[in-house]
């Protein structure tokens, strides 16, 4: 049965392919971007672009309101505010929809003991972890489902992919490398079908 799936960080390189597979299964998608015109798929009576940013949570709010499903793919730029991630988090739980699909990143927050002391170095390194996991304790809260993916690719969809939980998660020195194609297919599967709520899931290739 058809969804009507809202797409957060539409206009990013996951958020794209989410949009994309949404409309493909045959989903009514509402993206939401800073930019609309960024979020480049072919128009569809299905898909409607909405101009929001998380750094006005009533502009959210209000993008968000009525939806059944959320998916969100959320990053953050450079130039954005602290906290950028913990607003749209709260903007997501504020609106209280039937299900909530986050993506996150493994090593962060619940997955970090999985991950191990190098990966979570290298994390820390590369951006705010304190944002990242204030926001997943609010969509935990929330009751929604949390992905926490390994280094993304360009790749395609992998015809082998999978979804595990964290106690099924390959104990590496690094998490393996994952198409955002593979990754946009997983968070779809569990918004359609939810099989990890509440908790962490991890897409594999």
């Keep these: 049965m058809p969804l009507q799936i809202t797409v957060l960080g539409a206009s990013g390189a996951t958020g794209l392919e989410l949009t994309r597979q949404a409309l493909d299964r045959g989903h009514h998608v509402i993206a939401i971007a800073r930019t609309p015109d960024r979020v480049v798929v072919p128009d569809s009576p299905r898909l409607r672009r909405i101009a929001a940013d998380v750094g006005h949570p009533d502009r959210i709010a209000a993008a968000l309101r009525g939806g059944s499903v959320v998916v969100s793919a959320l990053g953050v730029a450079k130039g954005d505010e602290p906290g950028a991630l913990t607003a749209g988090a709260r903007a997501v739980a504020a609106a209280r929809p039937e299900r909530i699909v986050w993506l996150g ?75 955002r194609a593979t990754v946009a297919a997983a968070m779809l599967d569990e918004a359609e079908n939810p099989a990890h709520r509440p908790g962490v899931a991890v897409p594999l290739g």
């Design 105 to 179: 990143a493994f090593g962060t927050g619940r997955s970090a003991a999985v991950a191990g002391p190098l990966t979570r170095t290298l994390l820390r390194l590369l951006g705010d972890l304190d944002d990242k996991v204030a926001a997943e304790l609010i969509i935990h809260h929330a009751g929604g489902t949390v992905f926490h993916a390994g280094p993304l690719s360009n790749g395609p969809l992998s015809p082998a992919r999978r979804t595990v939980g964290l106690d099924g998660a390959p104990r590496r020195l690094f998490p393996a490398r994952v198409s």
